[in-house]
C-alpha cells in the first residue's frame, strides 16, 4: 500500500472526529449532519448530470447497494459518532472506541469474504486492539462527564461500518468512486434533512464555528477520509484498511488534545507505539496468497 495514501488517509478520516467536536457546541448532531452533506449531494448530482460515461450500465440492483452502503458507512456511522460527541464523549475517546473495528473485520474476513488472513497479521491486530485498550483506559480515567451509556454510542456505529465494509466487498459490479459518493451522499442528504425537519433543527446556526465545522468536514472528512477508505478497500483489501484504523484512535487523540486540551499523557502516549507496531506487523505478514472469488 502507498505510504502517503496511507498517511493521508489516517489524517483525513481523523479529522472527521475533530470536525464534529468543532461543530458540536453551535448546533445539534443531525443539523451539522444535513449542512455537510446537502450542498456536497447537490454538487455531486450536477456533476453527475454532466459526466454521465461513468453511470452507464448501472442496473437498479448496483444502485440500491450504494444507497444501503450509503445508509450504514455514512447516515448509520456518522449520526452515532456526533450523537456521541454531543453527549459529551471526547472526540479521542469516540475514535479509540471505533477502533475496536478492525479486530471485527478480520475476524469476519475469512468466512465471509474468504481472505486469507495469516498468524502474523492476527498477532497485529490483537496488538493493536490492545493499544486502543490502554488509550481507552487513559482517556476514560480523565473524566468528561458524559452518561455510562453515552459510550455505548459509537460502538453501534462501528458496526454499521463494518456491515457496509463486507456489503461492499461481495459485490460483483465495480462502481466508479465518484457514482458511489455521490449516491452515498445523496442518500445521507435524503435522511439527514428528514431528520433535522422532523427535529426542527434545520436551521443553521450564525455561528462562524458552524461554517468553519462544515467547510472542514466537507473538504477533509468526505473527500479525503471517506473517498480514500473505498479506494485503499479495493486496492488493499479488508484487513489492511482496517488495520489502518487503528492509527485512527491515537491520532484523534494527539489532535483532539492539541486543539481542545483533552487529556493526553504517557499512557496516551505508548498506546500510540503500539499502533504502530500493529500496523507494521500486519503489513509485514501480507501474503502472496489471493482471496478467493466470493459466489
Known sequence: MNVLLSIAFVLCWSSGFIGAKLGAGSASAVTILMWRFLPLAVVLIGVAV????????????????????GVLSQSGYLLTVYYAIQLGVSSGTTALIDGVQPLVAGALAGPLLRQYVSRRQWLGLCLGVSGVALVTVADAAAGTGAAWWAYLVPFLGMFALVAATFVESRSRTQVAPTVAMTLHCA????LFTIFAVSAGAAGPPAELSFWTAIIWLVALSTFGGYGLY??????SGVTKVNTLMFLMAPVTAVWGALMFGEPFG??????????????AIVHRGDTSARPAPVN
Do not use: E, F, K
Open 266 to 279: 504517557p499512557q496516551t502516549a505508548l498506546g500510540l507505539a503500539v499502533g504502530l507496531a500493529a500496523v
Open 230 to 235: 473505498w479506494l485503499i478497500l479495493r486496492r
Open 50 to 69: 454532466v459526466s454521465r460515461a461513468s453511470w452507464r450500465g448501472l442496473a437498479a440492483r448496483d444502485v440500491a447497494r450504494q444507497a444501503a452502503i
Open 187 to 190: 442518500t445521507s442528504a435524503a
